[in-house]
Every structure is written in structure tokens, then in C-alpha cells.
């Protein structure tokens, strides 16, 4: 998110404007855009998530002509494949999710139970109601070197990097005047924006400003199969469990639903094994039989940014502090609706407004209402 503020302010702002992004972590090693299963999906039930993905899908499918620098190649291994929705029960939120979708030019299908059958003939189907597929704008990629590839084209057009860690933000009145680093930098600023994603909450806190977004670990595990399956789809299941191809390969997790445990905070080196087998497994060998023997390679864990609210992002400034602006809370699409929202977020500093897409429905001021801005297909 960083990344992607600072290239849009430089690419609409020029030498008019001065950006630094101070980063703790510049290996990225415990950034959630490395450790995610970098997927990109315009399978939303809300129209403005659609368009931040199909904006995401341009700049992530035409990676060279946004992010190239000097030439030089930009491989963020883009795999174009759909997600594909299952319903058991109720088939009321797919139909629904369908007219948004279409009404907005998405290449989504719904297939019945025999359709889907016909087109993925290892997948177990018997107790599916109905399927939606996308068919184009979708697939994965490598999260690590997207964020790398932001980063570094917005330091080809004049946007500095500062290594340290903010331990300090000073208010006065109405605004911020100033950010405290822990190598005793104090780094003045007409805008502070905070994209600190699982760690935003306590970069708020700084400012004495409550922000609801949590770090809930996620647990991605990589295993094999004997059977030699085609090129899947990256499938959601009802069991809150998810699976594609990766590789010869394949990853796959558990999502917690609304009534498990989800702790905030805890830690990534080490991984959830266990869900492996009392959740993940069994889901998996019931919708796909070749996945009975299928034999676990390694796991890794990274952190979800929560806002548990609506589990949608909180983009744009704070309503007493108009020059704190966040760009938080994504819940797991963030990589693929970075370049959406850093565009507007430069927007709406350069501009005064939101211009390309409307994202006030992400506003702050939504939290102090209780407001949620419901999304659907939570993952």
C-alpha cells in the first residue's frame, strides 16, 4: 500500500510533491504481501470492489508497461485463472454477487451442478446447488515481487525510501505536523498516511486515534497429489477452506468463520500445522477424492489486516485529522486493490477529492456509526 501511494503521488504529482515511505521491513520479510497467495479476483458482491479489481487486473496483467524502469522486464509470474465459487445451501448470495458482476462487464458464468461436473470432472459435485467461475480478469501471482516492482518504480520517479520504524506522531490541533523514527529522525509532512497494514492499528495509536484493524495469522500450506489434476481453478469451498494449482503442485487454507477462535497477534514462525489436519484435509479429500492421498510439502504463515467491521477497507482521512489518511483494514484483497487505492489516495491529496473511482464508502466516519459497508464474498 506503501508502495503504491507513493508511485500515484509521483506519477500525478511530478516533482511537485515530496513522498517518503518509512519501512522497518524493506526485505519485506514479514509483509503480508509476501507471505499472501497473491490472487486476484473481480468476483465481489459490491460494484466498487469489482472496480478497484479490474483496475488492479490492468495494472497487474500490463505489469511492464505500469512498472517498468529502464527497460528491464517485470515478471510478477501472473497465472490468468478464475475462482470458482461453490454453494452447497442457499445459492441467493451467487445469483446476487452474478448481477453485480455482470452489470459491470465481469466474465463470470454460473454453472449448475451437471455443467460443473462436465468441466471439472475431479472435483466431487454431488452435494453442490451451483458454481460461479470467473472467467477472465482473475488469477495469481507473486505478491513478493509486485511489491518490489512498486517500489521500485516509485523510486525511478523520485520517491525516497527512509529505513526506521515511526515511534511517534505529532498532533497539534486539528492536523499532524510531524512523524518521530526510532533512528531520532523527525520527518515533517503535509499529509501522513498510514499504510503500516497488520500494524496499522498501533500506528494510529500514535496519534491517539482508535483504528479497528487486527493481525489475524493465516496459515497457507503447499502439498502434492499422486493423481495428476489439470490446471485448477482457485477454489472456494463452503467449509471456509480454498485451493488452487501452484505449480506441479498446490497451496490451499482455512478461512475462520464468524464463531472461531481468531486471535490478533500471533506469531509467524510458527505456522498452524494442526490445521492441516483437523480442518483442511478433510475438506479438501471430500471435494476432490485425488486429494485422499494427497501429502503435505510445507506450510507458512502471514497476517491478514482484519477490520472485522465489514472485513472492507478503510480508505481516505480521519474526520478530526484531515491530514492523517489511511489506507487499511483490507481483510485480504489488498495486493490486488493496491493500484486502486493508492491512485486515489494521491487523488484525493493532490486533487481534494476522489476522482477516478468514489471510495468514500470506505471513509473512517463510517466506524463511529457502526456502519458496516457489507461485502459478500469474504475469503
Same mark, same amino acid.
Given at each position: 500500500?506503501?508502495?503504491?501511494?507513493? =508511485?500515484?503521488?509521483?506519477?500525478?504529482?511530478?516533482?511537485?510533491?515530496?513522498?517518503?515511505?518509512?519501512?522497518?521491513?524493506?526485505?519485506?520479510?514479514?509483509?503480508?504481501?509476501?507471505?499472501?497467495?497473491?490472487?486476484?479476483?473481480?468476483?465481489?458482491?459490491?460494484?466498487?470492489?469489482?472496480?478497484?479489481?479490474?483496475?488492479?487486473?490492468?495494472?497487474?496483467?500490463?505489469?511492464?508497461?505500469?512498472?517498468?524502469?529502464?527497460? #528491464?522486464?517485470?515478471?510478477?509470474?501472473?497465472?490468468?485463472?478464475?475462482?470458482?465459487?461453490?454453494?452447497?445451501?442457499?445459492?441467493?448470495?451467487?445469483?446476487?454477487?452474478?448481477?453485480?458482476?455482470?452489470?459491470?462487464?465481469?466474465?463470470?458464468?454460473?454453472?449448475?451442478?451437471?455443467?460443473?461436473?462436465?468441466?471439472?470432472?475431479?472435483?466431487?459435485?454431488?452435494?453442490?446447488?451451483?458454481?460461479?467461475?470467473?472467467?477472465?480478469?482473475?488469477?495469481?501471482?507473486?505478491?513478493?515481487?509486485?511489491?518490489?516492482? =512498486?517500489?521500485?518504480?516509485?523510486?525511478?520517479?523520485?520517491?525516497?525510501?527512509?529505513?526506521?520504524?515511526?515511534?511517534?506522531?505529532?498532533?497539534?490541533?486539528?492536523?499532524?505536523?510531524?512523524?518521530?523514527?526510532?533512528?531520532?529522525?523527525? =520527518?515533517?509532512?503535509?499529509? *501522513?498516511?498510514?499504510?503500516?497494514?497488520?500494524?496499522?492499528?498501533?500506528?494510529?495509536?500514535?496519534?491517539?486515534?482508535?483504528?479497528?484493524?487486527?493481525?489475524?495469522?493465516?496459515?497457507?500450506?503447499?502439498?502434492?497429489?499422486?493423481?495428476?489434476?489439470?490446471?485448477?481453478?482457485?477454489? *472456494?469451498?463452503?467449509?471456509?477452506?480454498?485451493?488452487?494449482?501452484?505449480?506441479?503442485?498446490?497451496?490451499?487454507?482455512?478461512?475462520?468463520?464468524?464463531?472461531?477462535?481468531?486471535?490478533?497477534?500471533?506469531?509467524?514462525?510458527?505456522?498452524?500445522?494442526?490445521?492441516?489436519? #483437523?480442518?483442511?484435509?478433510?475438506?479438501?479429500?471430500?471435494?476432490?477424492?485425488?486429494?485422499?492421498?494427497?501429502?503435505?510439502?510445507?506450510?507458512?504463515?502471514?497476517?491478514? #489486516?482484519?477490520?472485522?467491521?465489514?472485513?472492507?477497507? *478503510?480508505?481516505?482521512?480521519?474526520?478530526?485529522?484531515?491530514?492523517?489518511?489511511?489506507?487499511?483494514?483490507?481483510?485480504?484483497?489488498?495486493?490486488?486493490?493496491?493500484?486502486?487505492?493508492?491512485?486515489? *489516495?494521491? #487523488?484525493?491529496?493532490?486533487?481534494?477529492?476522489?476522482?477516478?473511482?468514489? =471510495?468514500?464508502?470506505?471513509?473512517?466516519?463510517?466506524?463511529?456509526?457502526?456502519?458496516?459497508?457489507?461485502?459478500?464474498?469474504?475469503?
Amino acid at each position: 500500500m506503501g508502495s503504491a501511494v507513493a =508511485l500515484f503521488l509521483k506519477r500525478q504529482g511530478g516533482a511537485g510533491v515530496d513522498v517518503t515511505v518509512v519501512e522497518p521491513d524493506p526485505g519485506l520479510a514479514r509483509a503480508s504481501s509476501a507471505l499472501s497467495a497473491g490472487s486476484i479476483r473481480q468476483q465481489f458482491s459490491n460494484a466498487i470492489n469489482v472496480r478497484m479489481s479490474q483496475f488492479g487486473h490492468e495494472v497487474i496483467a500490463n505489469a511492464q508497461a505500469w512498472l517498468g524502469v529502464d527497460d #528491464e522486464p517485470v515478471d510478477l509470474g501472473f497465472v490468468p485463472s478464475g475462482y470458482l465459487f461453490l454453494a452447497t445451501g442457499s445459492t441467493g448470495v451467487l445469483e446476487a454477487n452474478h448481477a453485480v458482476q455482470r452489470d459491470l462487464g465481469v466474465p463470470v458464468r454460473l454453472l449448475a451442478r451437471d455443467e460443473l461436473a462436465s468441466r471439472f470432472p475431479w472435483l466431487r459435485v454431488e452435494d453442490v446447488q451451483l458454481a460461479s467461475l470467473g472467467e477472465g480478469g482473475e488469477g495469481w501471482f507473486d505478491g513478493y515481487a509486485f511489491a518490489r516492482a =512498486l517500489a521500485r518504480k516509485a523510486r525511478s520517479i523520485g520517491a525516497r525510501w527512509h529505513r526506521a520504524r515511526v515511534t511517534g506522531l505529532e498532533r497539534e490541533g486539528d492536523r499532524l505536523r510531524a512523524a518521530s523514527l526510532d533512528d531520532g529522525t523527525r =520527518l515533517e509532512a503535509d499529509a *501522513i498516511v498510514n499504510a503500516a497494514g497488520p500494524w496499522a492499528r498501533s500506528v494510529a495509536a500514535l496519534a491517539g486515534v482508535a483504528l479497528p484493524v487486527h493481525a489475524r495469522r493465516r496459515t497457507v500450506f503447499a502439498f502434492s497429489c499422486p493423481t495428476t489434476l489439470p490446471l485448477t481453478p482457485l477454489v *472456494i469451498d463452503p467449509s471456509g477452506c480454498w485451493f488452487r494449482s501452484e505449480g506441479h503442485q498446490f497451496i490451499g487454507a482455512w478461512t475462520p468463520g464468524e464463531h472461531d477462535d481468531d486471535p490478533d497477534d500471533l506469531p509467524l514462525d510458527e505456522p498452524d500445522i494442526a490445521l492441516f489436519e #483437523e480442518r483442511l484435509w478433510p475438506a479438501l479429500a471430500h471435494r476432490v477424492p485425488a486429494f485422499e492421498a494427497l501429502r503435505l510439502t510445507r506450510a507458512w504463515a502471514g497476517y491478514y #489486516e482484519v477490520h472485522p467491521l465489514d472485513h472492507n477497507a *478503510i480508505i481516505g482521512p480521519h474526520p478530526e485529522l484531515a491530514n492523517l489518511l489511511f489506507v487499511n483494514g483490507f481483510s485480504g484483497h489488498g495486493l490486488q486493490h493496491a493500484p486502486a487505492a493508492g491512485r486515489g *489516495i494521491a #487523488e484525493w491529496l493532490l486533487e481534494g477529492g476522489w476522482r477516478s473511482l468514489d =471510495l468514500s464508502p470506505f471513509a473512517y466516519a463510517r466506524l463511529a456509526e457502526g456502519h458496516a459497508f457489507a461485502e459478500l464474498a469474504v475469503i
